[in-house]
């Protein structure tokens, strides 16, 4: 009897043994939650960006995953310094470190949707024309599987430099430039007194290229002692310049030739005749900024 009743214990719990590892396989397993997946695809600047000026990039980061996010997007952009992201449309508050800026895209991404800003990247007048610039941006989102950032690499190339050029004759200053204000070229007659003649760069980049400059000074005035630095005497009044590059980006070259007054001159006597030209400029067109009249007045 005791037999009989162990040999049906066993056998019941065989056919439970057996029967577990079926049920087990047709139990679903519980899914993984339902998550975001970005992607980030970029538009660099189609053509090159003038060192001084801005180029727009174009940054698209895509929802790939099944779920609207629920936080926020944290966007970083590395832009090379000196560069700098200057600007986002539509606006957003960029937050700027060493290498560039990020913003945020607020939580509320759906599935398949895209969040789109045109970036505009400035590049800074003191780059070399004709180089290129790489940076990358990434995409960090709290509920997305892949935390790498989505890197995606973009460059842009550098055009020629652009300076527009302004000349004139006086030491006044006025919003951080030199004016045409010749109140201060006078002179006794008889006496030895400098021009403070300038030529200025209003940008948008650093001058580069060969700048050649004509001086002529007043009538009854003649040129005396060693003239500006690279510029040549070509007559009595005449001075040749030719400068290796341009002034930098708001920055002005000085050359202050020095005259005699001629001694016959008398009091409130105004001299004419004093001109400043560039005569050079590839980087500018022409402009009427490349010429100014100065006179001296005898006092």
Not at 55 to 76: F, M
């Amino acid at each position: 009897m005791m037999r009989t009743v162990r040999a049906a214990a066993l056998a019941a719990l065989s056919v439970v043994l057996l029967a577990w590892p079926a049920q087990a396989g047709t139990t679903p397993l519980a899914a993984p939650p339902a998550t975001a997946q970005l992607s980030v695809e970029l538009c660099p600047p189609q053509g090159p960006v003038v060192p001084g000026e801005t180029g727009i990039l174009e940054v698209r980061v895509t929802n790939r995953g099944p779920e609207t996010t629920s936080d926020a997007t944290l966007v970083v952009v590395h832009f090379p310094s000196p560069g700098v992201v200057q600007s986002a449309e539509p606006p957003v508050t960029l937050t700027y470190f060493g290498t560039g800026s990020s913003y945020r895209i607020p939580a509320g991404l759906a599935p398949g949707a895209s969040s789109v800003e045109k970036l505009a990247l400035y590049v800074a007048p003191v780059t070399s024309p004709f180089t290129t610039i790489s940076g990358d941006v990434q995409a960090f989102y709290p509920g997305d599987p892949d935390q790498s950032g989505h890197t995606t690499p973009y460059s842009l190339t550098t055009a020629d430099t652009r300076a527009h050029f302004m000349v004139g004759a006086s030491s006044a200053w006025e919003g951080g430039h030199p004016v045409p204000q010749p109140g201060d070229l006078t002179g006794k007659p008889g006496a030895t007194i400098s021009l403070p003649l300038w030529v200025y760069n209003a940008g948008p980049s650093y001058s580069t290229h060969p700048v050649d400059i004509r001086i002529t000074t007043p009538e009854h005035t003649t040129l005396t002692g060693a003239p500006p630095y690279d510029c040549t005497a070509t007559g009595e009044r005449t001075l040749s310049c030719h400068l290796p590059t341009g002034p930098r980006y708001h920055d002005a070259v000085y050359l202050d030739p020095a005259v005699v007054i001629d001694p016959a001159t008398v009091a409130g006597q105004v001299l004419p005749g004093g001109t400043l030209d560039v005569v050079a400029a590839s980087e500018d067109c022409p402009s009427p900024d490349w010429h100014t009249d100065f006179v001296v007045t005898v006092n």
